[in-house]
């Protein structure tokens, strides 16, 4: 089976600091891969590289086949990569409308989609993440588990292949969080999306991954499934700390 | 090959993989017809009055036309430009440095004003990629300063303190009320082209991609928007029409010169009209042109010498009363009439 994404000896230098050290993983068509490690393990920074905000300082990053390490986000974006933020930025003097219209008629290209053919469309999405009500309020005027889900549907609204989400149940109670997470699940069934998922809260990611990523100081600790990766002793002191046997 | 198609309220035209819809809803034009006809109407009602009134209402229009392309930037770029009047300069001195050299008139001068300002704009246009914040605030503002200093460094070429003469007037009807009368026509026209083709832009799904910028760069680059396309064909465009108001100056007072037109004096008096109406709202450019226009007009005529300092004291209180100016005070509370919305029919 060919990878959607294929990430190759993937590293960042901030200076003399290693964010990411050659770290190498597939995402496959369809699948949900979530990506853990301990704060400050440079998971954003993987997501960042991928979406092409930051430069990768080395390695190689192929989409289909085709290499889109040097690629502007822009670029990417139109080849279906979109994001979601650990803390939501909106486009605060946009309505909800508005900021999803804005993915609609700049994500994916379409063919004969004029403005008012987007604002329909934009207005499917909203419908979806359940912001439809909400359409005509300022972003910033919007509650946090609001923003969460307009960023969702200002993803979607791109028509992406591949979804990273980095951290979405931060900030969220229990209810919100729980509302989230089908939504993301709904999102993957609905429209046929891959789905990279950051996440600090496990039981989430034990339920709804299909394989599991663990990176601790830049490296790769393991890859498998949820069961495989939280039974990893390295993933474990890498949470715990060493000599956690100790006091198990 | 454009394929153009009438339906019931709009009209649909189709290129390649590309589709525009234009709606057509006269029941809209009711307060934009009611606007145009007062302003229309002014000039005349002034020629009759106090014809002094027309030359405030040209400076009005003006100001307005240089404030509106400044705010397309501004909202473009997400960046301030702080030295728009540096098109004005490049503008008036190739529609004043062609006309006096070869005789040429205000219609034959004009491509060439368009095209150097905007040979000007395009070379200047990778600051926007590459500057921001205060760098960007800095190099704009210096660039009018460095254009001054150069006139003075070439007095063969741009007269320095006394200006270019002799350029060919924008009209001569052999009547000096009657050419006041139809200056104010054209300037009152100039801005409301201007008015019009960037109330279109911001309304359309560039206005849209450029609001996404000015809100937040990088996430507006992380959904699939060029950025650096947008915001180059933004100060581009918008620093060639403000090159335009330069040709305009030219003619309109046969005479230019960098001295009235590249201080910090002008570019204040520029800024405030932008703040004023409501910060980088292209209608309220107009309400602002308008305002201080006729304020500095009052000014002049009652306050005396003392002027040159009240006047931009009265308008920095207002800018502090009125944070968001006098158009935004309306929008701020009647944003959806001013966003695409969706209305759902029970």
């Given amino acids: ?248 | 090959m454009v394929e153009m198609e009438l339906k019931r309220d709009r009209i649909v035209i189709r290129l390649g993989t590309k589709k525009w819809e234009w709606v057509l809803e006269p029941r809209y034009w009711r307060n934009t017809l009611i606007w145009a006809a007062v302003l229309f109407i002014f000039p005349t009602v002034c020629y009759f009055v106090s014809p002094g009134l027309i030359n405030t209402m040209i400076s009005a229009n003006i100001y307005a036309a240089i404030a509106m392309p400044l705010a397309l930037m501004t909202i473009g770029t997400g960046r301030m430009n702080f030295g728009p009047q540096f098109y004005i300069g490049v503008g008036g001195y190739s529609a004043a440095l062609l006309s006096i050299a070869y005789g040429w008139g205000p219609l034959t001068t004009l491509p060439f004003a368009i095209l150097t300002s905007m040979i000007a704009a395009l070379i200047f246009s990778p600051l926007v990629i590459m500057a921001r914040g205060l760098y960007y605030v800095l190099l704009t503002l210096l660039l009018p300063l460095v254009f001054l200093e150069v006139t003075f460094i070439y007095p063969d070429i741009f007269k320095g303190d006394t200006g270019l003469f002799g350029i060919v007037p924008l009209l001569d009807t052999g009547n000096s009320k009657i050419n006041f009368l139809v200056i104010g026509y054209i300037s009152t026209v100039i801005m409301f082209v201007y008015l019009w083709i960037i109330n279109k832009i911001l309304k359309s799904r560039y206005g849209l991609l450029m609001a996404s910028i000015n809100d937040d760069e990088d996430v507006a680059h992380s959904i699939g928007i060029h950025i650096s396309k947008i915001k180059i064909i933004a100060f581009v465009s918008a620093s060639t029409m403000i090159g335009i108001i330069g040709w305009f100056y030219a003619h309109y007072f046969s005479s230019f010169a960098g001295i009235t037109y590249l201080p910090l004096t002008f570019m204040l008096k520029v800024l405030l009209v932008l703040m004023i109406g409501g910060r980088a709202q292209v209608f309220g450019c107009v309400v602002g042109g308008y305002f201080v226009a006729f304020l500095e007009m009052l000014m002049i005529r009652f306050m005396g010498p003392i002027q040159p300092v009240l006047f931009p004291i009265i308008l920095l209180a207002l800018l502090f009363v009125l944070p968001e100016g006098l158009f935004g005070l309306y929008r701020k509370r009647r944003y959806r009439e001013y966003l695409p919305t969706i209305h759902v029919r029970r």
């Fill in chain 1, 1 to 248: 089976m060919t990878p959607l994404v294929k990430v190759s000896n993937l590293t960042k230098r901030f200076g003399g600091i290693v964010a990411v050290n050659d770290v190498s993983f597939e995402i496959y068509q369809g699948e949900t891969l979530g990506f853990i490690g301990p704060n400050g393990a440079g998971k954003s920074t993987v997501v960042n590289c991928l979406t092409g905000y930051l430069p990768a300082t080395s390695g190689k990053v192929e989409m289909n086949g085709v290499d889109i390490t040097r690629m502007k986000p822009h670029e990417r974006a139109h080849r279906g990569l979109a994001r979601t933020y650990q803390i939501p930025r909106p486009f605060p003097e946009l309505t909800a409308l508005t900021s999803v219209l804005a993915s609609s008629i700049s994500g994916k290209k379409r063919v004969h989609q004029s403005f008012q053919d987007a604002m329909y469309d934009a207005t499917h999405y909203l419908e979806f993440v359940g912001l439809f009500s909400k359409r005509n309020i300022l972003a910033r005027d919007l509650t946090f588990y609001e923003l969460r889900m307009l960023e969702l549907a200002r993803a979607l609204a791109t028509t992406p292949q591949l979804l990273f989400i980095d951290e979405v149940m931060a900030g969220l109670n229990p209810g919100e969080a729980k509302n989230a997470t089908r939504m993301i699940r709904r999102a993957k069934e609905e429209f046929g999306i891959t789905v990279f998922w950051i996440e600090h809260v496990m039981a989430v990611l034990m339920e709804a991954a299909d394989r599991i990523v663990a990176i601790n100081y830049g490296a790769k600790l393991a890859e498998g499934t949820p069961d495989q990766v939280v039974s990893n002793d390295d993933v474990i002191e890498a949470y715990l700390g060493r000599g956690w046997r100790e006091y198990a």
